[in-house]
């Protein structure tokens, strides 16, 4: 072990990272017989192959994947201690930071915060996650999460800021009859009880507001996407339940109705939590400003 550099350790989580010895070069800077030179002094110094080769890349072995978090938490403790004495410069900085964001909240949030990024901060990396809720506060607290973005009322003992106040509202398509100028434009709770839902597991809210409502045995089929969800109500009768702000987005793109319903679960806020632990970093405070600055557009 006392033959492991910084530099060493920086290649095996990059190469951890990108399962391809090729593109973790790139990214270092290095040739790709370097790259080979420092993949065998990893494995001389573990006794472990650590990699194996895969179609289309390469697979970590289990003592890759118990080292990895180690490796990645000590790097970064040292860039974050070097950041917080030398200043984030944001037009030069390479960090990455890591959210947790829903799948909605990714297709929502992302791609106005990559757009900013590009003119504020264009070397800056995120990594969306997904953990769940209740780990979200001890991810953060741990550094495995630099911020968690969304509607976490079971996320406690973290700071936050909110940022919006969103309500659910019903998705509809338009197959069938009516034709879609005659879809509602607001539906009771009865009318809604004889409706058809279909639900993605990877949002559990919905799936919690159809079962307090009593609607539960109206959910149809179950998807693994949001992706997926829309296609399935673009093209059956089946409706869904998603909050009003993402249902825009995803309407701009046609085949969809958004229906209000008022007996739905009311205003929630949607806010951005981190750990106090590290919010005196002034890379984090930048993030910080700035997804409250562009996260809406």
Known sequence: MKNLDLNLLRFFDELYRRRHLTRAAEFLDITQPAASQ??????????????????????????????APAIRAGLESIDQGLHDLQGFDPMTSHRRFRFHMSDTGEALFLPRLLNSLGAHAPHLELECQIYAHDRIATALDEGQLDFALGYLPSVTGMDKVDLTVDHYLVLMGHPGTPKPDERPSRISLAELRQREFVAARSHTEPLRVLEQLGLGPRIRQTTASILALLEVVKQTELCAIMPRITAQTFAEHGGLKLVECDFLMGPFTVSLYWSRRYAHFEFHRWMRRHVEEHALG
């Not at 110094?45 to 990699?51: G, I, Q, T």
């Open 38 to 67: 420092r993949l065998q002094r990893l494995r001389d110094a573990l006794k472990d192959p650590l990699f194996v080769r895969m179609p289309g890349g390469l697979r970590p072995t289990p003592t890759a994947d118990r080292v």
